[in-house]
């Protein structure tokens, strides 16, 4: 079964084939970022315009391993994102299901970027015996932690109560002079600086000891930089001790979480996974552990993962969703 998928849920319009949900037979990604750039962080108005430039050719190139016939099912990112950007994707889904007559299924961007992980597993077969594993989702917009019992069966057990880890990456990064997206700046930064120069702390959620909160430490960051003119050196200090201090308590409450159940494995997903220093950390930390990263070109946003997603959610349920489908800014993961 091949299937297309669309994603245009921020600033990236892409559209990928994926034979099986897991075979990737294109992967075309456009990004906006370069316009996002000069006003620090994603114009809305500004992504919907490109993507309504981009999306047809994007989707040209995608398919063009195939022949139209041979695509068997669409399927697009119905959210959560910027409303405007979600439209755009989700109406290009519903025209192509229309004039090719083919089934045609919205999925969950968030739940996505966990499945790209799973594309990482051997086979199928050894995926389904990984279970229940913990799954993390740390993306610009979004930070979950959650008990995977299968694929699209998940137990939330922490989120962010401010903001996304990505996030504030980014506005670290806007502190620090970087332009946006500042995340991976702020790790090149990193690894020319000292973390235990500054002692940064992360947030602890009383009600929830998963959830998580980074808009303290990133204040800190601010009070550590205010008022003063910063060598290149204290800077990268001030990244790294910024880092390291994020991804101990994103460890932290992995440890945790997995006290409660046999976790055999853990899938990590969303930009933030590209992070070689968290990837170091995460596998010191857990070394008889599986932890699966997604495939390169996988970890940011890409509509593999959606096509991936789309395939187990048809064969989960083979209808096509009615086209009156709406998209959703906002859906919770579990
Ligand atoms: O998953 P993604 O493409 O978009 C959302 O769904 O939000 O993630 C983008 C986020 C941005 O905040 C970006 O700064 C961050 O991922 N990011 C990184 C790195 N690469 C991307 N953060 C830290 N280290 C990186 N290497
Ligand atoms: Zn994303």
Known sequence: MIVLGIETTCDETAASLVRGGRDILSNVIASSADIHERYGGVFPELACRRHIDAMLPVIEEA?????RSEIDLIAVAKGPGLVGALLIGMQTAKGLSLAWKRPFIGVNHVEAHLYAAMMSAPSS??????????????????TFLVKILSVG????????????????????????????????????????????RFAFKAGQVKKNPLDFSFSGLKTSVFYALKDRK???????????????????????KTALAMKNFPCHAIFVGGGVSSNLRLR???????????????????????AAMIAGLGYHKFLESPYSHPLDLEVQTRIPIA
């Open 230 to 252: 910063l060598e290149e050196e204290e800077k990268a200090c001030a990244a790294a001790a910024f880092q390291e201090t994020a991804f101990a308590d994103i460890a932290a």
């Open 125 to 142: 077969e050894l995926l389904a015996h990984l279970f229940p594993s913990l799954g993390l989702v740390l993306s610009g917009g979004h």
């Open 63 to 67: 398919i063009r391993p195939v022949h």
């Open 153 to 196: 069966r998940y137990e939330l057990l922490g989120t962010t109560v401010d903001d996304a880890i990505g996030e504030a990456f980014d506005k670290v990064g806007t502190l620090l002079g970087l332009s946006y997206p500042g995340g991976p700046k702020v790790e090149k930064l990193a690894q020319k600086g000292d973390p235990s």
């Open 280 to 302: 170091a950390l995460l596998t010191e930390k857990f070394p008889s552990l599986p932890i699966f990263w997604p495939p390169s070109n996988l970890s940011l946003d890409n």
